[in-house]
């Protein structure tokens, strides 16, 4: 196996960025980072890394998409031309180029800080002190993985769920949750940690899986998490769903989703454009009363309760 990771890079104006991210994730992209064209400091100013509250959204954008060490640059190209038949693109011009493993780590263990959500909830690398000892404090290392709170639509997941703790510590308290599409999984742990019995975190990607499960171990609430594939899920309802993926199979998975929320549970929908939220809407709409907008810069969540 290979010592270095195979990255494949490409220029974007703003309208194409959600269709490429769509084209290397389904090439096989393992993680999709998103900069600034014109910085070249490229890794200070990704838009992994924005200070929560904060979205960029320039003008024109490079993207990089990371794939496996293992990973062969033919199949891979053969990969990007097969995805694009499947999304209807037609194949950018991009670059493919090496990045070795130690570069890698230590690009994202500069720039990943502690970040604070809410009045009581932090994401805090583990090599660094904890910002507020009387916090709820997750202990989360850069990964492959997407979801460390950085990316602008998973901020504003845990910006919902840190407005919470203003009353109190623990406000899932005793419920249940699914994190669909986990990512890091740091939405189910988060959920946890501030109280919830019993959290669900599901993905397509098997590198999510085993991110997950090594991120809750890391913070102790592995007995309380089911981490698998979405197959784990069954009949069960639960009290609140969050899925932060994208505006297609948000759509798609509309009827499975509000199967699995209670009535009077909560539901929440990131990873879409404020262009996206009304559709949305509407596809949920019979079974879900939608709380006021939330928007940032383009980005929209969606909150809303079971009816």
């Not at 509250?53 to 990969?79: C, H, M, N, Y």
């Not at 709820?136 to 290392?141: G, H, K, Y």
């Not at 599901?202 to 998490?225: F, M, Y």
């Not at 009077?264 to 009363?289: D, H, K, T």
């Amino acid at each position: 196996m290979s010592d270095d990771w195979l990255e494949v890079e490409i220029q974007s104006n703003q309208k194409d960025v959600e269709a490429f991210e769509e084209w290397l994730f389904g090439a096989g992209a393992l993680s999709v980072t998103l900069r600034d064209s014109e910085d070249d400091d490229d890794i200070a100013h990704a838009v992994l890394e924005p200070v929560p509250g904060e979205v960029r959204l320039w003008k024109e954008v490079t993207l990089v998409g990371l794939f496996a060490q293992d990973s062969i640059p033919s199949e891979v190209q053969d990969a990007l031309y097969l995805s694009a038949a499947l999304n209807g693109i037609s194949v950018p011009v991009h670059r493919m180029s090496k990045l070795g493993d130690r570069e890698w780590e230590r690009a994202w263990m500069d720039s990943f800080q502690p970040m604070q959500f809410g009045q009581s909830l932090w994401i805090c690398p583990t090599q660094q002190p904890v910002p507020d000892p009387e916090a709820v404090t997750i202990r989360l290392d850069p990964g492959l993985a997407f979801g460390t709170g950085t990316h602008a639509t998973t901020a504003q997941c845990l910006a919902w769920m840190g407005d919470k703790t203003t009353s109190s510590l623990t406000p899932f308290q005793g419920l249940s949750v699914i994190d669909f599409g986990c990512g890091s999984g740091v939405l189910a742990i988060a959920a946890l940690m501030l109280g919830a019995n019993e959290a669900w975190a599901v993905d397509i990607d098997e590198q999510a899986i085993l991110a997950t499960k090594t991120n809750a171990e890391q913070n102790g609430v592995l007995p309380s998490i089911h981490v698998g594939q979405p197959e784990i899920l069954d009949s069960q309802q639960v009290d609140v769903l969050m899925a932060n993926i994208l505006f297609k199979p948000l759509m798609a998975l509309a009827d499975n989703l509000a199967g699995f929320v209670k009535p009077g549970g909560a539901l929440v929908l990131s990873g879409i454009l404020e262009e996206q939220m009304e559709p949305l809407r509407l596809r949920y709409n019979n079974n879900f009363e939608f709380a006021p907008n939330q928007l940032q810069d383009g980005w929209a969540l969606l909150t809303a309760v079971r009816r």
